[in-house]
């Protein structure tokens, strides 16, 4: 797919991240554009391609945009911003006598997309990114790895969508509508792999990293995950149960975090316990 030359010039600088920067249009209030950093080409058109895909299974996700390049050859996307809209996360902590209403919505969101069924030849299997990431992790030992491994094709198969970074901050709201973001990592498989990182997001991480990110004391993202529980999993479930069986999933998160960080990630390795 060619990309469509666009004008920096016609854009202001709004944010930044690992992988580039975003800018809001500077007459367009809801034009935005993500740009990746030079040399990246391929990560912005694979990007696009995956959310077209992804809002073709007629998941509530922003419509995708369009693959663009500017003058000095930076790749990106343009897409249309959603005016008035709102995360799960910050909406709990501008609003937390609400949040009961917040999590029982996102929870209610998180079992519809789990609902779905996903062709299996068009999206990589969450099991097999997970073997990749253990693969490629050098903190494990030999026979650590061939722990966790054994934990992961254990887990039964399911044919159904997972987000792959379900995270109370990717999914927002306005008004009635309600969208999931962020699906970068959208695959298929089991749907503890996914429910795990909201249980890490709300329970394990400290109260430094979630104040920061989710704008929340981890009090207030416990309390959420406490109320998400019983609507996702059914009331009739002990919390405690819950926890025990969603925790591991939780811990195999580490394979990403210690990815990202180059670093081994003790209090979050804490949660493989059981399986190591």
């Given at each position: 797919m060619d990309a469509i030359k666009i004008s920096l010039n016609d854009?202001?600088?709004?944010?930044?991240?690992?992988?580039?920067?975003s800018y809001d249009h500077k007459t367009d209030p809801s034009v935005m554009l993500k740009l990746y950093f030079p040399g990246k080409i391929t990560q912005p058109l694979d990007e696009m391609n995956?959310?077209?895909?992804?809002?073709?299974?007629g998941i509530p996700t922003p419509e995708p945009g369009e693959y663009v390049v500017t003058e000095d050859g930076r790749y990106g996307i343009r897409f249309k911003r959603i005016l008035g809209k709102k995360s799960y996360s910050r909406a709990t902590a501008d609003h937390p006598e609400l949040l009961e209403q917040y999590a029982g919505e996102f929870a209610q969101m998180c079992r519809d997309l789990h609902r779905i069924h996903v062709p299996k030849d068009q999206f990589e299997n969450v099991k097999d990114r997970y073997y990749r990431l253990l693969e490629e992790n050098p903190f494990f030992t030999p026979k650590e790895?061939?722990?966790?491994?054994?934990?992961?094709?254990?887990?039964?198969d399911e044919d159904t969508a997972v987000h792959g970074d379900l995270q109370f901050s990717n999914a927002i709201f306005v008004g009635d509508e309600r969208y999931f973001i962020d699906l970068g990592d959208f695959c298929w498989g089991n749907h503890l792999f996914d429910v795990a990182m909201v249980y890490l997001c709300c329970c394990l991480s400290d109260d430094?990293?979630?104040?920061?990110t989710f704008h929340m004391p981890k009090t207030l993202s416990e309390k959420f995950w406490q109320a998400f529980a019983p609507v996702y999993f059914g009331a009739d479930r002990p919390l405690k149960d819950i926890e025990a069986e969603i925790r591991p999933y939780a811990g195999l998160k580490t394979l990403i975090i210690e990815r990202d960080t180059k670093c081994p990630m003790p209090e979050f390795r804490a949660a493989l316990k059981g399986v190591l």
């Amino acid at each position: 797919m060619d990309a469509i030359k666009i004008s920096l010039n016609d854009y202001v600088l709004s944010g930044g991240g690992a992988n580039g920067e975003s800018y809001d249009h500077k007459t367009d209030p809801s034009v935005m554009l993500k740009l990746y950093f030079p040399g990246k080409i391929t990560q912005p058109l694979d990007e696009m391609n995956l959310a077209r895909k992804v809002f073709n299974l007629g998941i509530p996700t922003p419509e995708p945009g369009e693959y663009v390049v500017t003058e000095d050859g930076r790749y990106g996307i343009r897409f249309k911003r959603i005016l008035g809209k709102k995360s799960y996360s910050r909406a709990t902590a501008d609003h937390p006598e609400l949040l009961e209403q917040y999590a029982g919505e996102f929870a209610q969101m998180c079992r519809d997309l789990h609902r779905i069924h996903v062709p299996k030849d068009q999206f990589e299997n969450v099991k097999d990114r997970y073997y990749r990431l253990l693969e490629e992790n050098p903190f494990f030992t030999p026979k650590e790895k061939e722990a966790i491994g054994r934990f992961i094709a254990d887990t039964p198969d399911e044919d159904t969508a997972v987000h792959g970074d379900l995270q109370f901050s990717n999914a927002i709201f306005v008004g009635d509508e309600r969208y999931f973001i962020d699906l970068g990592d959208f695959c298929w498989g089991n749907h503890l792999f996914d429910v795990a990182m909201v249980y890490l997001c709300c329970c394990l991480s400290d109260d430094a990293f979630i104040r920061e990110t989710f704008h929340m004391p981890k009090t207030l993202s416990e309390k959420f995950w406490q109320a998400f529980a019983p609507v996702y999993f059914g009331a009739d479930r002990p919390l405690k149960d819950i926890e025990a069986e969603i925790r591991p999933y939780a811990g195999l998160k580490t394979l990403i975090i210690e990815r990202d960080t180059k670093c081994p990630m003790p209090e979050f390795r804490a949660a493989l316990k059981g399986v190591l």
